[in-house]
């Protein structure tokens, strides 16, 4: 027999799934095994299947001027850093209400960039269309709350920490009180507790509508394979006032919990999940408290499993093929058995020094990467598709 007789002896932990008083109600389409979306009959005769270029954005947290607050003391940098934090769960659920209103399995491509104000947006093309007034529907109505302990009154700071016991974990350095555990805190908080922070969509929800080989379709294809090669941290080249702001908002990230695991947990009174000795509040390596991260630590490009209708086998394929084309190489079937592996002796005289096989390795690789940026120079003045420049980047 498997299992427990008796069942587990802790309640298993639970949260209500009805909506926020607060949102709105989501409209809601029979769904169909599809991931098309309409198709529309001009009195021609021709048949279009149109698709949407969707933008969302966060909320205001304070008025700005190119990019920059214009009054910093009354500026919320700290639901900024929550925001930013927890973008990535608020764009899976968009996606959720958007594939539950539109009836059918909606594909996209979107990729996640920095505003000027240094909080992230979403530029998503989306197979299929919808009513622009249904998009601005489920983007209000779409909302993300954060089931974790308060992290607002901060208990521990300074040279006041916490002090690790291999038997107990984290204690009081004070009182010797052994700190509540990560499941201890989420326990403790009752079915009236209210979430640590509700993350939602601000107003400005932009949508177009595109049809395949139009020049507007070719400049949104641009405008999102370009960010394939960019990085958040871009964004921190403005000038000093900028850069200050960049200061604050890092500032602000610091001693904010990313994850379950994450060490600032410690400041707030409550032990991390998997907790473990040399834990220190504002020193977490999640690369979300990074500069050049600004607080998103999820993807930056979003690709949906049935936008190509391919495999992740065949898009590996595919890029190998690019690239020995673009080397001038021919793409010949692998041989699994090219190489054989043996331990070699030490001093053998056919074996170069690990400094010179290391040089060897490195200079190698610039010389790929240097021609694949001869090839993508010479892509530009030829003016070749943004895809072509993505995949060589």
Same mark, same amino acid.
């Given at each position: 027999? %498997? ?17 926020? !008083?607060?949102?709105?109600? #989501?409209?809601?389409? +029979?769904?169909?095994?599809?991931? #098309? $979306? ?23 947290? $304070? ?21 930013? @934090? ?20 909606? !594909? ?13 947006? #979403? ?24 089931? *974790? ?7 521990? &700071? ?12 984290? @204690? ?9 555990? *990560? ?18 969509? =601000?107003? !400005? ?38 850069? /200050? ?18 060490? &600032? *947990? ?6 991390? +999940?998997?907790? +473990? ?5 504002? %020193? ?5 408290? +990074? ?33 020995? /084309? ?20 030490? =001093? ?18 610039? %010389? ?7 090839? /993508?120079? %010479?892509? &530009? =003045? ?7 420049? $993505?995949?060589?980047?």
């Amino acid at each position: 027999m %498997r299992g427990s007789v008796t069942g587990s002896a802790a309640p298993k932990r639970t949260r209500s799934t009805r909506r926020r !008083q607060d949102a709105p109600d #989501l409209p809601k389409r +029979k769904m169909t095994n599809t991931t #098309l $979306g309409r198709t529309f009959h001009a009195p021609d005769g021709k048949t279009y299947r149109p698709s949407l270029f969707v933008t969302l954005t966060l909320p205001s947290y $304070g008025r700005v001027r190119d990019g920059v607050p214009i009054d910093p003391d009354t500026y919320d940098y700290r639901r900024a850093a929550r925001d930013a @934090l927890h973008f990535s769960k608020l764009v899976d659920r968009f996606v959720q209400n958007l594939r539950r209103v539109a009836g059918y399995d909606v !594909q996209y491509f979107a990729a996640v960039e920095p505003q000027k104000r240094l909080a992230p947006h #979403l530029h998503m093309a989306i197979r299929g269309t919808l009513p622009r007034a249904e998009i601005k529907q489920i983007a209000a109505a779409t909302y993300h709350q954060v089931w *974790w302990p308060q992290a607002d009154e901060v208990r521990f &700071n300074g040279e006041h920490l916490p002090v690790w016991h291999d038997e107990a974990g984290y @204690l009081d350095p004070t009182t010797g009180e052994v700190l509540p555990t *990560w499941d201890e805190a989420l326990d403790a908080l009752d079915e009236d507790a209210d979430p640590l922070h509700v993350i939602r969509f =601000g107003e !400005q929800v932009d949508v177009q509508g595109m049809l395949a080989g139009t020049p507007d379709a070719d400049q949104c294809i641009r405008y999102l394979s370009k960010y394939l090669t960019k990085s958040i941290g871009d964004a921190l080249d403005g000038g000093q006032a900028q850069q /200050e702001h960049a200061a604050r908002m890092l500032d602000a990230l610091r001693y904010e919990p990313c994850t379950p695991t994450c060490p &600032n *947990w410690l400041r707030y009174g409550v032990q991390p +999940k998997n907790a +473990k000795p040399g834990m220190q509040p504002g %020193r977490c390596r999640s690369k979300a408290h +990074k500069p050049e991260h600004l607080g998103y630590a999820g993807r930056r490009v979003l690709v949906s499993r049935k936008w190509s209708n391919k495999t992740l086998a065949e898009h590996k394929q595919d890029r190998r093929t690019w690239v020995l /084309e673009a080397l001038g190489q021919t793409d010949e079937p692998t041989d699994p058995h090219r190489y054989v592996w043996r331990p070699v002796p030490a =001093g053998d005289a056919n074996v170069p020094p690990l400094g010179v096989r290391l040089l060897r390795s490195v200079h190698e690789r610039q %010389r790929w990467r240097a021609h694949l940026r001869e090839l /993508e120079a %010479r892509a &530009n =003045g030829q003016d070749l598709s943004a895809t072509d420049l $993505g995949r060589a980047a």
